[in-house]
């Protein structure tokens, strides 16, 4: 079973625009919550995290929103770049036990 | 100061074969973790390190994948043998504590 799941495998967007990625989770022991982007033939990259004590955490162009009445997080890249183009993983935590969930990824793409 | 190093960056094989990769991680980092990503998915752990103690196997083949972490260091990643399925990237990351993992760039292995 599918423990954090990204619905979307691909999304696009125009250059300056709002990208906005989703993540739905299943359990609620979760409580800690991060997003990671990679790019081809790299290994992924650290990018935000928010924990389950906070519903909000922004980061220069990035804000990680969490609803935990929903099990859902979201990504809000604003303004989006070409850069920004890459796969990125949603990925959870429980307590203290060092193990990362991921999501499937969904594959951004910012036109210029 | 270096990230996380992984070796081989590519292999190929035929099946039967044995294949090992090698990772060294990022220099005080006490937790170590092996991912397997598989074309389209997200990482999926298979093994976690404590200093030299694996603390999370359970999603480790144990009948065909053995990995060991000598001296709390660097760690080797061996399967033996390789199966056509085994195809796929062979993460490697490190983390200082629980939460933020560093990932390496990946083993790409191919079994033909």
């Known amino acids: 079973d599918q423990q954090v799941k990204q619905n979307s495998p691909s999304l696009s967007v125009q250059e300056g625009r709002i990208s906005i990625l989703n993540c739905d989770y299943t359990?609620?022991?979760?409580?800690?919550f991060l997003w990671y982007k990679k790019y081809p033939a790299e290994g992924p990259t650290f990018l935000i995290s928010?924990?389950?004590?906070?519903d909000k955490n922004e980061d220069g162009r990035f804000t990680v929103f969490l609803n935990k009445s929903a099990k859902h997080l979201s990504l809000h890249i604003v303004p989006s770049q070409p850069g920004d183009s890459a796969v990125y993983f949603c990925a959870a935590s429980e307590g203290n036990t060092g193990k990362l969930i991921f999501g499937q990824g969904t594959t951004l793409q910012v036109k210029p | 100061e270096a990230g996380v190093v992984q070796s081989p960056r590519y292999k190929i094989i035929e099946k039967k074969q044995p294949v090992a990769f090698w990772c060294n991680p990022i220099?005080?980092?006490?937790?170590l973790y092996w991912y397997l990503q598989n074309l389209g998915q997200g990482p999926e752990l298979l093994i976690r390190y404590e200093n030299e103690e694996a603390v999370d196997d359970s999603q480790l083949p144990k009948d065909r994948f053995s990995a060991e972490r000598l001296k709390g260091v660097d760690s080797t990643l061996k399967i033996q043998p390789a199966e056509l399925g085994d195809s796929a990237v062979y993460l490697c990351?490190?983390?200082?504590?629980?939460?933020?993992?560093?990932f390496g760039e990946g083993s790409r292995l191919t079994v033909l």
């Open positions: 220099s005080g980092h006490n937790t």
């Open positions: 990351a490190s983390s200082l504590f629980h939460g933020e993992l560093f």
């Open positions: 359990n609620s022991m979760f409580d800690y």
């Open positions: 928010i924990s389950s004590i906070k």
